[in-house]
């Protein structure tokens, strides 16, 4: 078997600098007073990271655009009970996280899956299936399936410190922020995280 | 002379010195000892090996994004931001403002109307008093209608004329507002000038300029 080359990880480009701070700070103060443009800015912004950050926990565009659209809402009503306006982002992203976590949960109620049940061994009445985007091809299909449901089973901590970090390309920094944990925390939940995927996935991963 | 193989079971130490070799946190020593390691443990490269092949699934989905109007989005959230102000701009009333208003709106277009005839001349007429037309019985915790017409001299007395309006006033029964009726109507009942009755139509007093003072209901 060729050997894999480790990627050796670039440093994931920090989300929320000093200088971002201040500048949503003045945003969110002029959103105070009434400007709503100030606030279109920080829509502006951060609709990518929102977006995306709820997408990779529901796999769903549309109900990813929905889950942010809400949570930009959100933050409109309680801009005034945010301590912190330099922390708009953080806090902006958590709102996405909860939300898009709730839709999840919500979703998994009648929902459950496990590899098994992909793999044909599973009780065909409780079998469901996940929607694979069409740019995951290049990975190779079958594994980027697996990993789909693997990624169902990872508790949520989990899964999320493993998303933003590996496939968002967040700064576990910026991540420690969101999910109000400290960066060793993060960096143990991207650990397990992938621990758990490499578990899952076994022979898979060696082909 | 070849490296001796060693097969050593791969622990979760190893495991994580290999997720954070992944990311660039090993320190050099750590580092040093592990290249070592790897070098002679077939297990450990395997395992490595899939931890990286791993990453490279994982960071492949950065393609995979959803397909979104940025500038649609962006608009679609501010404008759900403007309905959702909009029907904050709503004044909310209180309970009580709300079961009071339209007593206070009549309380004002009687006192516009007892304010357009000059000074005095009210104190000099000496027709009938106005009379309650409707009076619709409340029912128990609800309210009802209230219609009075109210006539006064005409701007002129010789010959003497009058002219009549009528108030409706949409009430709400409560004990307190009965109760501020009734001492309302005490005070003024030695004031004849006033021409606007109460429900009870039997006192000779008004409200309407105090309805602004009724306490809550």
């Known amino acids: 078997m060729a050997a894999v080359s480790i990627p050796m990880t670039e440093s994931n480009r920090p989300l929320f600098t000093e200088d971002a701070g201040k500048r949503d700070a ?52 309680s801009l005034s009970r945010l301590h912190d306006p330099t922390r708009f982002g953080p806090w902006l992203l958590r709102i996405v996280s909860n939300l898009s976590l709730n839709a999840r949960r919500s979703r998994r109620s009648s929902q459950s899956v496990t590899l098994d049940e992909e793999q044909g061994t599973g009780n065909d009445s409780d079998r469901t299936t996940f929607s694979v985007g069409p740019d995951r091809r290049t990975e190779g299909r079958e594994l980027q399936m697996a990993i789909d449901l693997a990624l169902q089973q990872l508790p949520e901590k989990q899964r999320l410190a493993l998303l933003l970090f590996t496939v968002e390309g967040w700064a576990q920094k910026d991540i420690a922020e969101v999910l109000e944990c400290s960066l060793e925390t993060v960096k143990w939940n991207v650990f397990q995280g992938r621990k758990k995927l490499k578990e899952l996935l076994g022979d898979r991963l060696t082909k | 002379m070849g490296q001796a193989v060693m097969n050593r079971q791969i622990d979760e130490r190893d495991e994580w010195l290999l997720s954070r070799l992944l990311d660039g946190d090993l320190t050099e020593p750590e580092g040093i000892e592990l290249a070592a390691r790897l070098e002679r443990e077939p297990e450990l490269r395997a395992s490595r090996d899939a931890l990286a092949r791993l990453n490279q699934a994982l960071v492949a989905r950065r393609k995979d994004v959803p397909n979104v109007d940025w500038e649609r989005f962006r608009s679609r959230v501010m404008d759900s931001i403007e309905t959702q102000s909009s029907a904050a701009r709503v004044i909310r009333f209180p309970r009580w403002l709300r079961v009071t208003a339209p007593l206070t709106a009549a309380a004002v277009l009687a006192l516009i109307i007892l304010a357009s005839y000059p000074p005095g001349s009210v104190t000099h007429h000496n027709r009938k008093p106005g009379e309650i037309l409707t009076l619709e019985t409340p029912r128990h915790g609800q309210g009802g209608v209230l219609v009075v017409q109210y006539d006064r001299p005409g701007p002129t007395i010789t010959p003497p004329t009058a002219q009549a309006s009528v108030v409706q006033v949409n009430y709400v029964q409560s004990a307190e507002l009965q109760e501020a009726t009734r001492r309302i109507d005490k005070a003024r009942e030695n004031e004849p000038s006033w021409r606007v009755y109460t429900a009870h139509g039997s006192a000779s007093s008004p409200i309407l300029a105090d309805m602004l003072d009724t306490p809550p209901l």
Not at chain 1, 39 to 66: C, H, I, K, M, P
């Open chain 1, 26 to 77: 003045a945003w969110v103060h002029a959103a105070l007073a009434g400007d709503s443009g100030a606030f279109g800015n920080l829509v502006e912004t951060y609709q990518r990271a929102a977006v995306a950050t709820s997408y990779r926990l529901l796999s769903n565009s549309d109900d990813a655009q929905e889950i942010a659209q809400d949570a930009f809402l959100k933050a409109y009503q």
